[in-house]
Nanobody, 116 residues
């Protein structure tokens, strides 16, 4: 059974930082492209960041470029999202996604709230 379990969300003041983690089990983690998405109430889930299976390539939404960093540790089956200079508009539920060819899996999400 495949599981993706996110953690690290919470309440943070504007300008602060958080580090999200997503631990995968039940799949060959090192061959999956990993992504972070986020969703605000009433909106579609938006792609935030992507990292290839080896970690050799990353990509970011324009809204987070220069502030967020995606990384992975294949030995720990974990993908991270380091979020700096957080803004109120970053408030959302953040989801971890694993995708390869016809296989796709989602985590349950972790809430990030940026507010003073």
């Amino acid at each position: 059974q495949v599981q993706l379990v996110e953690s690290g969300g919470g309440l943070v003041q504007p300008g602060g930082s958080l580090r999200l983690s997503c631990v995968a089990s039940g799949l060959s983690f090192s061959i999956y492209t990993m992504r972070w998405y986020r969703r605000t109430p009433g909106e579609e889930r938006d792609l935030v960041a992507t990292i290839t299976s080896t970690g050799g390539s990353t990509d970011y939404a324009d809204s987070v470029k220069g502030r967020f960093t995606i990384s992975r540790d294949n030995a720990k089956n974990t993908v991270y999202l380091q979020m700096n200079s957080l803004k109120p508009e970053d408030t959302a539920v953040y989801y971890c996604n694993a995708r390869r060819v016809r296989s796709e899996y989602w985590g349950q999400g972790t809430q990030v709230t940026v507010s003073s």
